[in-house]
């Protein structure tokens, strides 16, 4: 029986490699791993609150506050009071902040695009599908097992 565990591992070693070597140089800013994915929820959510885009990541608020601190630093992120509750911030891509989002969404589907064209249709459509269930299936899961991101 293959190890189910071991073919995760590779594949999200290489993955983490990926996001580390391409996203550090989105727009000529430092980016992280954490930043890249905080800036992709804030981008395709609809007006995400801190607390949201927090709960979309699995991560603590301290540690997730501290982040988004460094991203406003860096002019990539805006945090206003929410209109409805002044105690509530909303979050914003800055102009900058959506061309280091758009930039890291292109190297990483250019990036999936190489990757897919080593298969044919058949096997492509296949992973993705496969992909899909499993992303269903981990969401019934009850169990958890997330790591803190930061």
């Known amino acids: 029986m293959e190890n189910t565990r071991e073919i995760f591992q590779i594949m999200t ?10 996203c550090c140089s989105a727009g000529g800013f430092d980016i992280s791993l954490i ?3 905080i800036l992709y929820e804030i981008d395709h959510q609809h007006k995400p609150s801190i607390q949201q885009v927090s709960e979309a990541l699995g991560t603590d608020i301290t540690t997730f506050s501290r982040q988004v601190q460094s991203l406003i630093k860096m002019n990539l992120v805006k945090k206003t009071p929410s209109p409805n509750d002044r105690r509530v911030f ?6 900058e902040g959506k061309y280091v989002a758009t930039t890291i969404d292109q190297q990483m589907n ?21 992909i899909k269930l499993l992303n269903e299936a981990m969401a019934k899961s009850s169990q958890c097992c997330t790591t803190p991101l930061g």
């Open 13 to 22: 070693r290489r993955f983490g490699f990926l996001n580390k070597n391409c």
């Open 35 to 37: 930043h890249s994915h």
């Open 90 to 95: 909303i979050l914003s891509l800055t102009t």
């Open 110 to 130: 250019a990036y999936l695009n190489e990757i897919f064209s080593h298969m044919n249709e058949f096997e492509k459509e296949t992973v993705i599908r496969s």
